[in-house]
């Protein structure tokens, strides 16, 4: 099998980076403050295995009960442990998802020994809610919004297909702070309903892998029988919790990348380009005319990355993290003159 | 199935903690200035998937190549990598070790649906070399020292035992610095041997979630497919390099703690407990006539605690980290009015 292989973090240069839907804007100062200050001899204690702090606040500030969240070294860390609480290898379609999407899936299946039911999207990436109940999965995964496309279905499609759905339906809102509804709603009446978040795109945190899971009291004490005991260091849990304390920090980034993400949108299209609509940190952008391999090896040349996924489906188009306004600037330049 | 239960972690009061084998003495202050140094703007990246610039040092420090090693979130993951590695659910037994040991070996056969040949150490706990052969296992696990135990197996027999075996054979080398061998010498000569450490016990660092798998070039690339692409975040990635590079911070807390190891079993002897050879910052102690959870209760009450396994092989002990000489005078005390 093959691994997941993650987006570029080249150490040769310093590259406009694009490529891996960082946030252009740097972590609250009171994050990297609470940090300095847990930077103290107990490092040599282990940290708190269930993260209680860290639950409190986030069930305060999300508005859940504190043993409906768990928390993950990154939500890939809790993707992995749902898929090892709910697939037995052998019985089969075990796990469904609507395709392209985070191709980790793809991977966690292999390596939980399963082949997943892949269900392609709508081709303007509409939820194939009755092609999904077909496949009767025990766990069915919907990115929302979905990278690479960057568009969002609708929670009460989402909620329809939940109530419809057997399996456990995993909604993992690593973008979800820059779009317009979550499906957090939906816990309290769908109880097979499992919400992923990560601190890695809004909170300006992909450095400090850390994720949360929200679902029933049910699922989320199954998903600690399998979490790797002390799956955040302490450094991670003081991150988070300081995040959670400056949330005016975090929504006014959010805020101006979303203005950034109409213009660049507007720009890219005079370019030429095909973007659906993004409620995401990034633009999947498809032209006319140029290749996306080629687009991709000319930007990197021109010293700005982005993210060009090789498989069929997605070869024609770019991945664009929304940068700041000088980084997309120099983005659109670029492309201008590749493009003339 | 059970999760694994970790030692506890009370926050309702300052107890001298002798249960989870995290070391008495600081990290190097180098480690905590490298981590201050770090706690920058640049958190909003993620981490290098590969821990490049940790696995080159390390690569240096123990005489092997960068890509004989695999870094992980605690040596806790590395051992659920090889477990995903290693383990097809159906056939059986996959995976062989001796018991009583770290009990997040059954947690992980349980979580990757497989049943383990457990074979129980001799009464001196000597390797039960034949009867693991027997078991023919492709991932064999070895704690080497042992925990509970605290003893040694010799790296002769453990060469013997990795030249006859047919799988996988891990050194679980969690405590090795406090011994007085390790099996790395034998990566050259035995390519079925993996060997793993944390900096969590002799690195005083593990409230960072830090460990290294050395192996094969073979070995390590199938661990990298089932890795968390971003396993480490920046800060534990800092840390370890930091740590490699204060050895003498590290062995000289090593040196104190094997001295106020042996002035601590020779002190819990004089009190009528029955301990095996320790090489590890812990003891595995057995009084005559006083249970293992008696003492476990009376220690807690005066403030004190120690590790209690309830299970029937090891319940009349107690697991008592080696702490300074101020607590384990504290524990000697204590134990003498227990016991009087």
Known sequence: MEGYVPGEQPQDRRYIKLNTNENPYP????????LRQAVTDDLRLYP???????????????????DQIVAGNGSDDLLAMLFR???????SPEVAYPVPTYSLYDTLAQIQGTSPKTVPFDPDFTLPVEALLAAGARLNLICN??????TLTPVSTIADFARRAKGLVV???????????????????CPNVVVLRTFSKSFSLAGMRIGLAFGSREVIAQLNKVKDSYNLDRLS?????????????MNANV?????????????????????PPSEANFLF??????????????????????????????????RITVGTREQNGALVTALRTLSS
Do not use: M
């Open 48 to 66: 708190d295995p269930s993260a209680r702090d860290l639950r409190t606040k986030a069930a305060d500030v999300y508005g859940v009960s504190p």
């Open 171 to 189: 909604v993992d809102e690593a973008y979800v702070d820059f779009a317009r509804e979550t499906a957090l709603s939906l816990l309290g009446s």
């Open 237 to 249: 849990l003081v991150a988070a919790r300081a995040a959670l304390d400056d949330l005016p920090w």
């Open 255 to 275: 805020q101006t990348i979303r203005e950034a993400r109409t213009a660049l949108a507007h720009d890219l299209a005079e370019l030429g380009f095909r973007i």
């Open 285 to 318: 952008a498809t032209h006319a005319k140029l290749g996306g391999a080629d687009l991709y090896r000319g930007l990197r040349a021109r010293g700005i990355l982005v993210r060009h996924f090789a498989t069929p489906a997605l070869s024609d188009g770019l």
């Open 85 to 91: 609480a709910c697939i037995d290898a052998g019985t």
């Open 27 to 34: 972590p609250s100062p009171r994050v990297l403050e609470a």
């Open 145 to 150: 919004p979905n990278s690479p496309s960057g």
